[in-house]
């Protein structure tokens, strides 16, 4: 493979140094199908305590109608399982035109993903969970009032292979969590929806003149409303059970940025009381071992704030098949790691018997198996002291 010798016998990445380094990140600026022997944790119940998983990898933002040889760089990292973080699909643009989906559009779209040769393989040999964003929910920047947002659910959780009397085809949305590992060395996953129960966004009233000198690009300003919710109450009140299960790390997956907050893109920025309400919730429960993973931006960021009762790592993968730099210029003081633009996913890697803690490793990693980026951090770290 063209990508072996980038990663190691462990399915460790390797960091890209020096002249070759330089030259590769330059290149960044610039009825659904049957899957044979498909792997899936969807019928394994809310906890599997059969064997620690020490990999999981997670992407976001993948265009369907383009080649998607990123998953043979994902299968050579050897992950335990991967999460789609939203736009697996894109529902509402066919990469030409943008239009009104249709339950037929959007089986068709679905369709097509599952037909990928590169994905068929990857799906045969490694689990896939997920949720979603705007463009595989269909609806552009859509929320709680997207007419389709059931037919669309029930396409989405068909294709994850999602069992017909699984919680999450009964409740509204398609949050859903999950314990993997044995007691101590436990990974607990929470896929959050920031879709089904959104509200809508503020319009920001400045111009993209004035937007620019400020070196922001979004359409939205924050919405302050007390009554206005992304998780919506329900998804709230779940979310606080879940955390109170014990578990070593927390992966906590949204689609859309939590802690960068300053694009006026879609981001926790546009409802910043739900924003501090995770944080709040996070020290609440006394949940040890967070760390935020999320989506939508297409490039990839670590972004860190200390507003939790611990650091609180934001690991940013966007961009399986396509991404923007003028998305990765944009204002973000909370950045501790890359922007790094070009097609990658996001790798996090548990080292469970390290001596003095086990140390978790954040990886970006690009379509060829080169790390752009990573950091590692140890689990007593993300401690309430």
């Not at 529902?91 to 097509?112: A, C, H, M, Q, S």
């Not at 967070?290 to 960021?301: M, P, R, T």
């Not at 070009?342 to 469970?352: K, Q």
Request: net charge neutral; proline share 6%.
């Amino acid at each position: 493979m063209a990508f072996a010798n980038r990663i190691n016998e462990a399915g460790d990445p390797q960091i890209l140094s020096g002249p070759n380094r330089r030259r590769f990140l330059q290149g960044a600026v610039t009825s659904l199908v049957s899957l044979p022997n498909t792997v899936s944790w969807a019928t394994a119940g809310s906890q599997r305590t059969d064997y620690p998983i020490s990999r999981v990898a997670f992407g976001s933002c993948a265009q369907q109608w383009k080649p998607q040889p990123i998953w043979n760089a994902i299968a050579a990292a050897k992950p335990d399982l991967f999460l789609f973080l939203g736009d697996a699909i894109y529902g509402d643009w066919d990469g030409t035109n943008v239009f009104i989906p249709t339950p037929e559009t959007l089986k068709r779209d679905w369709d097509r993903l599952a037909a990928n040769p590169e994905f068929r393989r990857f799906r045969s040999t490694v689990p896939v969970m997920g949720t979603w964003d705007n463009h595989d929910y269909g609806k552009h920047d859509g929320g709680a009032e997207y007419k389709l947002k059931e037919q669309s659910k029930k396409l989405f959780l068909d294709f994850l292979g999602e069992p017909s009397d699984s919680d999450r085809r009964s409740r509204p949305g398609i949050f859903d969590a999950k314990i993997l590992g044995p007691v101590g060395k436990r990974v607990q996953l929470i896929l959050l929806d920031t879709r089904s129960f959104k509200s809508p966004y503020d319009k920001d009233p400045r111009t993209k003149a004035e937007k620019s000198v400020l070196n922001i690009r979004g359409q939205y300003s924050p919405n302050q409303a007390t009554d206005a919710t992304l998780l919506g109450a329900a998804q709230w009140s779940w979310l606080e059970k879940q955390l109170l299960h014990k578990a070593e790390i927390r992966l906590i997956a949204s689609s859309t940025q939590v802690v960068a907050d300053e694009k006026a893109m879609e981001e926790w920025g546009n409802f910043p009381l739900e924003r501090q309400r995770l944080f709040r919730l996070i020290t609440k429960t006394g949940a040890s071992g967070v760390i935020l993973l999320s989506g939508n931006v297409h490039f990839a960021e670590i972004s860190a704030t200390d507003e939790g009762p611990y650091t609180l790592y934001d690991f940013t993968s966007s961009g399986m098949t396509h991404n923007n730099p003028e998305y990765a210029v944009l204002n973000n003081k909370r950045r501790v790691a890359g922007p790094y633009v070009m097609p990658n996913f996001g790798l996090v890697s548990i080292d469970w018997d390290s001596k003095s803690s086990p140390v978790i490793t954040i990886r970006a990693v690009g379509s060829e198996g080169y790390a752009a980026f990573e950091k590692a951090i140890p689990l007593a770290d993300l401690e309430i002291r």
